[in-house]
């Protein structure tokens, strides 16, 4: 009997992922559209699911890529490395690791990535003047700790300040009694490739998202900036605060306690780094800049340095500061006080009547401060007040006002001709009450005693990099490099819209860019362009390289003359005290070498968190204090535009947003880059319009208000 063959049914699974991926590469040259892609695939045991979820694999593995043209494969080849380094709620900047641009990417690109994530990117075609990229992958996460506002009660959402403008779901291990509209800190405990598929747990609740105080002290713990120190680095600050080891310096050092030496300061300085001495000469004049030696006290490697040096600087927000040192050494025995004998590292510079360094000496002194000099009375004094209680206070110092007022002109009058930018920012104070509650916002205004001071500290901080150089040792220069010239092609296209005269046809120098700012001085214009040339040039940073300083046009430039709250000075304050001990150039650069270039490292990343927090904090204070006037109009000047509308800062340096929306119907387009245009209208808001707007709505927990246009002012 034969037997039956008996067909088996085939039941071996398609492998689709293949099949994709060999049809992509014979089409390498164009995407290919979703449709094209299916026709291909299918066949008479054709699985559409199995299909689907191997599209959507090669699609979380990064692949593959679906844009609005099609699916194409994606190359590593063509990824670059970049680190998250802002977000917003819609939208975040990548930096690039090679070149230091940063890339643009729009909230769905960024494939769940937050700040500090090492990603891989994929830059796109852009239709304007930046880069715009899309994550690809993540490589390495950084991010735990942000800030967010809790919403409803016992439905377990927060809103992140910074990273989604939706809601995610938190837990509370510690249990802590929440409210609706607590400002909380919370962790990062799972990722999505969404931010709104990321999950966390409240690790504190800081109080009422109405606080700007509060959510000052957010910002500050998600930022990293303790504002305790340890009982450690506490115990090592009370040793070395010994009063008596001042008296036993003495024989060490040169004694200028006799000498007419004053500070200049805010009234409400509590960490007085600097004092000065003036005289006028036969030949010219002598200047003394006078340092608090933070170095004789804080010792290589100590529980205190590695601590200042973990800092990098102190930070200062509203009227409070979070020292780089404990107050017992800050506010106490660093600090100039006036009548107090103190440890000082002084810079004596002889300067001709034309203002140039013939000479300079750097010693280890004690001096004792005639006066607390405050910069309002100084002011009122060399204006030629004869307020008799001023007088007195400043009797035993005011022969050498003369001349210091006569000095500072010179040296100024030098820095300008030099081709010095002097770029004019607008900066507010905000003026904060006994509830810890912002009552007040004014425009921060210098006067003669301040630009005085300025001027001085420049000319210590030359000649110590002078010193550095001449005697070739180790240091942390401060450096300012030149522009980027692709930023300076976008600052001139915007020159040229505003017929600006300008010329870098032969390259840009600090001295075209001094032209153009004192060509608009006086101008409506003036305010937009000093932000435009300022945003243009480099950020200043910190290097054991010595590459000159672009806008002060310097080639040797260190920070000399702030020990107390940089740490900067107070490596290089260490550097030169040792030299000054032994006199061996060789020694330094043995023990050196590797600390300068650490200590610049470190100090340039702490500067930047330390500027952005600051600003961040005064946001919100400003925003409460915006607050109390919802409703209310105020005057201001529109300072940039974008797709949704125009930012206007108001005469007090409040900045508010006036959204499309609040303006007249119709289609809207920026031209020009300065411009926001309604098409359907002959309605036009430009950079630098002066404008009267309506307060409409602050969000202190993130330092956003809302303005809606009133009128052209």
């Known amino acids: 009997m034969k037997k039956k063959k008996i067909k088996m049914k085939n039941t071996k699974k398609t492998d689709y992922s293949k099949k994709i991926l060999d049809y992509l590469k014979k089409h390498s040259a ?54 998250v380094v802002r977000l917003n709620k819609t939208f975040g900047f990548a930096r690039l690791e090679d070149t230091g641009e940063d890339v643009f990417i729009s909230g769905r690109n960024l494939l769940g990535a937050l700040p500090g994530d090492i990603v891989l990117i994929r830059l796109l075609n852009s239709s304007g003047n930046s880069l715009e990229g899309e994550v690809t992958e993540v490589c390495e996460e950084n991010f735990s700790l942000f800030t967010g506002v809790i919403i409803g ?114 009234a409400y ?47 200062y927000y509203a009227n409070k500061v979070v020292p780089m040192l404990p107050k017992v050494l800050s506010n106490g025995i660093c600090s100039l006080n006036e009548g107090e004998d103190r440890l000082a590292f002084s810079c004596f510079m002889k300067i001709d009547k034309s203002g140039h360094l013939k000479s300079y000496d750097f010693k280890k002194t004690v001096i004792r401060s005639k006066v607390k000099g405050v910069y309002s009375e100084i002011n009122e004094i060399l204006a030629g007040s004869r307020n008799s209680e001023l007088l007195e206070k400043y009797r035993e110092v005011s022969s050498s006002f003369s001349a210091m007022s006569e000095l500072a002109k010179i040296l100024k009058k030098n820095r300008i001709s030099r081709g010095s930018p002097q770029i004019e920012s607008a900066e507010g104070a905000v003026v904060i009450d006994e509830n810890d509650v912002c009552v007040g916002v004014v425009k921060h205004e210098r006067g003669e005693s301040e630009e005085i001071i300025e001027d001085f500290m420049l000319m210590a901080n030359e000649a110590a990099a002078k010193f550095a150089k001449d005697n070739e040792l180790p240091f942390v220069y401060r450096v300012h490099e030149n522009p980027n010239e692709e930023k300076i092609y976008s600052l001139s296209e915007v020159l040229n819209i505003l017929n600006v005269p300008h010329s870098f046809k032969n390259g840009v120098s600090a001295k075209s860019l001094s032209d153009v700012l004192e060509d608009v001085r006086d101008k409506p214009s003036a305010a937009v362009v000093n932000s435009l040339v300022l945003r243009s040039m480099a950020k200043a940073r910190y290097s054991e390289e010595e590459l000159g300083h672009f806008g002060l046009v310097l080639d040797d430039y260190a920070h000399f003359t702030s020990p107390i709250r940089r740490y900067p000075d107070l490596a290089i304050h260490r550097i030169m005290s040792e030299y000054l001990s032994c006199k061996d150039s060789g020694r330094i650069r043995a023990k050196f070498n590797k600390f300068v270039y650490a200590a610049a490292t470190r100090s340039s990343e702490a500067e930047i968190t330390a500027m952005s927090v600051e600003r961040s904090c005064d946001d919100c204070y400003k925003a409460e204090y915006l607050s109390k006037m919802i409703g209310q109009q105020a005057d201001g000047v529109i300072c940039s535009v ?72």
């Open 30 to 83: 164009n995407p290919v559209k979703y449709k094209s892609l299916l026709k291909e695939m299918r066949s008479k045991r054709f699985d559409f699911a199995e299909f689907t979820k191997c599209l959507e694999g090669l699609k979380k593995k990064n692949m593959i890529t679906e844009g609005k043209d099609g699916i194409k494969l994606l190359s590593k080849k063509n990824l670059k490395k970049a680190k």
């Open 153 to 266: 009660e016992n439905f377990n959402l927060l809103i992140p300040d910074m990273f989604n403008q939706y809601e995610i779901i938190f837990e509370n291990p510690l249990e802590f009694r929440l409210t609706s509209g607590d400002k909380v800190v919370a962790k990062i405990t799972k990722r999505g490739k969404r931010h709104n598929e990321h999950r966390c747990e409240i690790v504190s609740n800081l109080g009422s998202a109405q606080k700007a105080s509060v959510c000052a002290e957010g910002i500050l713990k998600v930022n990293g900036i303790n504002t305790e120190f340890s009982g450690e680095v506490l115990k090592n600050a009370d040793e070395v605060s010994d009063f008596n080891e001042i008296q036993k310096e003495l024989k060490n050092r040169t004694d200028l306690r006799g000498e007419k030496i004053f500070t200049i300061d805010s």
């Open 269 to 315: 300085t509590k960490d007085i780094d600097d004092a000065v001495s003036v005289q006028k000469t036969s030949d010219g004049y002598s200047l003394g800049v006078h340092i608090a030696d933070v170095s004789h006290y804080v010792l290589p490697k100590s529980a205190l340095d590695n601590e200042a040096f973990d800092r990098g600087t102190s930070v």
């Open 642 to 713: 974008m797709d949704f509308g125009f930012f206007v800062m108001l005469d007090n340096t409040c900045e508010g947003l006036v959204r499309i929306e609040s303006l007249s119907d119709g289609e809207y387009s920026v031209t020009d880059l300065m411009t926001l245009k309604n098409n359907n209208t002959s309605e036009r808001y430009s950079v630098g319009d002066r404008v009267t707007v309506k307060i409409e709505n602050c969000n202190i927990s993130d330092g956003k208000v809302d303005f809606s246009f009133v009128k052209k002012a």
